[in-house]
Every structure is written in structure tokens, then in C-alpha cells.
């Protein structure tokens, strides 16, 4: 079988090559992950939010159905159980389009907030970045010249 190499020590190694400081990297990498983390949150608290909507839709809609499946001695007593059963589930799809819209309201909200959040945080990073003073670069002598 073939070994597979771990490029990690690779990776480490050509990284350690460079003078840089990697604290700009590192800090960038939480950054955008602290940002994951919280859109996560979000997404993940919006899908709760509409599996409750749901799931209160489908049990509203199984009750009005006992109406609807129960013998009647009367035709027109079907004919009227179902209109009454159009009419509920009309009123009750407003509804239930109205919680959803709510959710993406929500969820709208807080995602144009965490946005605007991470904009200022990298406009404040930016501005101390570029107001940091750096040190001066050191000239190389030019190397003597030989005279004849």
C-alpha cells in the first residue's frame, strides 16, 4: 500500500520559511470563525423556529380533520364539514405564512447585524493596523568597490 505523506510538517516548515508575523492570520482565522459560529447560531435557531411553526400546522390541521372524517346521517352535513375545513385551513395558512415570514424577518435582522458587526470590527483592525507605527527598515551597506 501506498503511504500517504502528512503535509502538515510541510506546510509548518515553508510557513517557519518566512519572516512574517502570523498574528494578522491568526487573528483573522478566529474572526471569521467566531463569525461562522455565530451565523450558525442563527440559521440553526431559524430552522427550529420553522420545524415549531410546522409541526404546530400539522397538528392543527390532523384536529380540524376529526370534523371532516366523522360520519354524518346528512350529505349536506359533508358538504358543510369540508367548507368549514377550506375555511380553517385558509385562515390558518395566514397564519402559519405569517409566523414564517416573521422567522426570515428575524433572521434578516440578525444576520444585517452580525454584518455590520464584523464590517467595524475589520474597519477598527484596519485603522490600528495602518496608524501602528513600523519600525524603519534597516539599509544594507552598498557593498565597497575595489579600486584599482
Known sequence: MVKNDDFTKYITDMLAAYKMDNSAMTGAFKNSAELADKMSQVALEAAERANDVSAQWAKDTLSKMGDVTTSKSDPADYTKAM????????????????????????????????????????????????????????KKAAPRRKTK
Open 83 to 138: 367548507s368549514e375545513f377550506a375555511a380553517a385551513q385558509a385562515e390558518m395558512s395566514a397564519e402559519m405564512m405569517s409566523a414564517y415570514a416573521e422567522i426570515a424577518k428575524k433572521v434578516q435582522m440578525e444576520t444585517v447585524e452580525l454584518m455590520m458587526g464584523a464590517t467595524k470590527d475589520m474597519q477598527e483592525e484596519i485603522a490600528s493596523a495602518v496608524s501602528t507605527p513600523k519600525p524603519a527598515a534597516k
